[in-house]
C-alpha cells in the first residue's frame, strides 16, 4: 500500500505542476522544508485564508482540489488566483492589501511561480493520505485547526505519533505499526 500511496502521491505533484508544488516536492519532512524555504521566494506572495475561507466563504476543495482524492491536499497555481485577482486588481480602503496583491500579479506577469513555506509535515517515513481521512468524513479542523479564522495558517500542536493514535483508538481506525510506517 504504501508503494501504491507514493506513487499516488508522485502523480498527483505531477498533476499539480511546478507552480503548484511545494519547492521541496513530495518531500515532507520538517527539515525538507526549511532547507527549501530559505533560499527560494517562499513567504513573498502574501495569501490570508481568512479574507477568501472566512469571509468570502470559499471552500477548501476549490484551492485544495486533491484532498479527497489523493493522498496530498494540493495547493493552488497562480492561475487559480488569477481568476479573480485579474479582476480584483486593488483594496481602495488598504493600499496595503493592494500591494500585496501587486506582488502576487507582478510575478505571474513575470511567469514566476508561487510559492509558500510549508506549514504542516509529517517525517518520510510516515504514510498518511487525505482522500482516505476525508471519506472517513473527519473535517479539516480536526487536523488542521480552524483554518479560515487565520490569516497565516499555523500549526497549533505538532503531528506526533501519540495524536494519531489517540485519534485513531476514538475512532476506532488502524493502529498496526505497518498501517502508518513504511
Ligand atoms: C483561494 C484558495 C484557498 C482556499 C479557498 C483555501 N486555501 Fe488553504 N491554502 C491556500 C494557499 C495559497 C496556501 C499556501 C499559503 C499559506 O500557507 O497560507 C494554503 C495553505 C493551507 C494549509 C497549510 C499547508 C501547509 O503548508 O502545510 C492548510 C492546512 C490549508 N491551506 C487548509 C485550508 C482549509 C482547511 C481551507 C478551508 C477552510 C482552505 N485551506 C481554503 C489556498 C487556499
Ligand atoms: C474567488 C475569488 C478569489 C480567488 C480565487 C483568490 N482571491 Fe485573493 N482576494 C479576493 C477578494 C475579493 C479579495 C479582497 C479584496 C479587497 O480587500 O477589496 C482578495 C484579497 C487578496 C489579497 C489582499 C488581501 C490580504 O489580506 O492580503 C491578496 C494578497 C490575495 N487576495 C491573494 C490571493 C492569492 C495568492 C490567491 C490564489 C492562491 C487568491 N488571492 C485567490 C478574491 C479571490
Ligand atoms: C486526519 C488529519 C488531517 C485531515 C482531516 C486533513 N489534513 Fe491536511 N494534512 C494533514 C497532515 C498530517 C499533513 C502533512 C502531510 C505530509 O507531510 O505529507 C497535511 C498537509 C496538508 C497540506 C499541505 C500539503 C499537501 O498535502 O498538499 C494542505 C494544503 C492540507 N493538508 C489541507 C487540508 C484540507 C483542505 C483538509 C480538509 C479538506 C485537510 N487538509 C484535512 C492532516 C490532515
Ligand atoms: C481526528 C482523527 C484522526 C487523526 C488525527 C488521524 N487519523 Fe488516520 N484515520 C482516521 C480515521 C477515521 C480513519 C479511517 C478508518 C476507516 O476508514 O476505517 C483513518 C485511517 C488512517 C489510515 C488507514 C488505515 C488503514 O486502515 O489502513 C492511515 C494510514 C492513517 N489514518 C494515518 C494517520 C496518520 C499518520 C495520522 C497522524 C499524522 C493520522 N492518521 C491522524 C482518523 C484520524
Ligand atoms: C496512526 C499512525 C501511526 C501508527 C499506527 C503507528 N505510528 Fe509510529 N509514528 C507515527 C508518526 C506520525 C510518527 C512521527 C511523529 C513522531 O515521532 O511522533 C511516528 C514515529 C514513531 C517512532 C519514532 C521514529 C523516529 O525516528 O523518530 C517510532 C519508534 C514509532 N513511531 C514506532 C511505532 C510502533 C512500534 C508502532 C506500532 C505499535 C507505531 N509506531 C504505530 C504514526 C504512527
Redesign the pocket.
Known sequence: ?SGK?LALAVAALALLGPSAARPEGSAASPAAAEGAAAPGPAGEVAFDHQVHAGQFKMPCLDCHVYADKSPVAGLPSGRKCLGCHKFVKEDKEHPENTARIKVMLDRLDAGQPLRWVRVFA?PDF????HR??L?????CR??HGDVATESVVRQDRP???G??????E?????R?CL??HK
Not at 476514538?170 to 488502524?174: G, K, T
Open positions: 500500500m500511496g509529517v510516515i504514510y498518511f493520505s482516505m481521512h471519506a472517513a468524513k473527519v473535517d480536526e487536523c503531528f506526533t505519533m495524536r494519531c493514535l489517540k485519534c485513531h476514538e475512532r476506532r481506525a488502524s498496526e498501517a502508518c
